[in-house]
């Protein structure tokens, strides 16, 4: 078969045709189908489900060093919740503090400390300065670029390379003191599923930004989220940072949202020793502790490390097969049409897909009217706007398998006719 941009106008008009048909079709369905946000099937969520029982009676409510874990007290958490992170993450429990469900809360904690406190090394609350920049590497997550954006920080585009975020552009941007950080993904990032290189983790811990507070916010959402091959090591950053000498510049987060239970799971953030002891003066204003019987729950479910990433290929398998799904459909259908190119992720919650320039968002508006609702246009780029609107984050997890199956068929559709259109100039 032709690609599309090999075909004549006629070969066009009759291709046209035929999806249009095939589009009205699905229309005629009513289908309502959602590969929109990443989160965990129900099917996942069972296999965490003797959590639920793990801690059943008061006996059970003590921790290692015989705090009873229904009462007040551990801002930063109960030691054995502190050890599986900090061995989850390769880092001394003493850098570990443990949050409550979200970690997108401790982000957003960090940073609003940052503007109404300052930072350790700040030489003033970023609220009193006339202008904060921060680096945004996108195709990225939405949600992170919206948090410093609700602070009036100026959110600066970098591009995501193949192993990671261009960092001749951000070692050069760091030169300006007005620029303050940068939001990471470092493994399996949202939504390319890109492991950063050892390269360019080595080029983040020796930056030498203007700021002397600037941060990394190292999101690590996904360090054990392998659905495809062996668990895959990953380099503790905290470590790199202090060897090149900035030991204070790095925030490395993560949480068993996608380990658990979303929304009802267990968050840390890792830091240099004298970060946490900073971090802990501000929070202890705005709690006495957080949720110890979820971190017990979730030690004496895990057990340990081990105990977590063999609960992790659980999740593998049922993983795995959806992602297939897609990317079967997209090799077999869109491949040789030429109308799209994307990743092939071994661990994460995406597929990122990138259209040919400006058919993102006619193809999602297509797939909205046929009854299949996924991530906006733009969505995956500051202030929502993809300058050439082609990036679309595709989230296979939620959706039962034949739903997924038929929402990645209506979808390859929607992709036809928005190039099709476009070339049609319709
Ligand atoms: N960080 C990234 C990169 C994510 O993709 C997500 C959820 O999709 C989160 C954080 C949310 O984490 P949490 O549930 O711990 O707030």
């Given amino acids: 078969m032709s690609t599309y941009a090999e075909m004549d106008k006629a070969a066009l008009e009759q291709e046209y045709a035929k999806v249009k048909e095939q589009y009205e079709g699905y229309k005629a369905l009513n289908l309502k189908l959602n590969m929109a946000r990443g989160k965990p099937s129900s099917m996942q969520l069972d296999v965490s489900g003797d959590i639920l029982t793990v801690l059943s009676k008061n006996e059970d409510c003590y921790d290692a060093e015989g705090t009873d874990v229904r009462n007040y007290g551990g801002l930063d958490g109960i030691p054995e919740c502190k050890k599986l992170f900090a061995d989850l993450l390769g880092v001394k429990p003493s850098e570990i503090f443990i949050g409550g469900s979200s970690s997108l809360t401790i982000m957003y904690d960090v940073i609003a400390k940052a503007y109404t406190n300052g930072l350790k090394d700040s030489e003033k609350p970023w609220a009193k300065l006339d202008k904060v920049k921060f680096l945004c590497p996108a195709p990225g997550y939405d949600r992170h670029f919206r948090i410093t954006e609700s602070f009036g920080a100026e959110l600066i585009t970098i591009p995501m390379l193949d192993d990671g975020p261009d960092m001749d552009m951000i070692e050069d941007l760091v030169k300006d003191p007005t620029v303050k950080g940068i939001w990471c993904v470092p493994k399996y990032s949202n939504p390319d599923g890109i492991t950063y290189s050892d390269k360019v983790v080595d080029r983040f811990a020796n930056l030498k930004p203007a700021a002397k507070d600037f941060i990394i916010m190292w999101d690590n959402a996904y360090c054990v989220h392998e659905f495809k091959g062996e668990f895959v090591p990953f380099r503790n950053i905290l470590e790199e940072c202090a060897k090149a000498g900035r ?180």
Avoid at 279 to 301: C, G, P, T, W, Y
Avoid at 310 to 338: Q, S, T
Wanted: hydrophobic content about 40%; some cysteine; aromatic content about 10%.
């Fill in 247 to 426: 030991p204070d510049m790095v925030f490395e987060f993560c949480s068993t949202s996608k380990i658990t239970f979303p929304g009802a799971g267990v968050s840390a953030m890792a830091a240099s020793e004298a970060n946490i002891e900073y971090m802990k003066k501000l929070l202890a204003v705005q709690m006495i502790s957080e949720d110890k019987v979820n971190q017990l729950r979730h030690v004496r479910f895990f057990k340990d490390r081990d105990g977590l990433l063999a609960h992790m290929k659980k999740h593998a398998a049922i993983l795995g097969p959806k992602f297939d799904v897609v990317l079967d459909y997209l090799d077999a259908e869109i491949k040789p049409l030429e109308i799209a190119t994307w990743k092939k992720p071994t661990g994460g919650y995406f597929i990122s897909l990138d259209t040919n320039d400006f058919c993102a968002k006619r193809t999602l508006e297509l797939a909205k009217e046929a009854g299949v609702t996924m991530t906006n246009a733009g969505a995956t780029y500051p202030y929502g706007k993809d300058p050439r609107d082609r990036n679309i984050r595709i989230a296979p997890s939620y959706p039962p398998m034949d739903e997924l199956k038929k929402a990645v068929e209506v979808f390859g559709v929607c992709l036809k006719l928005a190039a099709l259109e476009k070339y049609l100039e319709k």
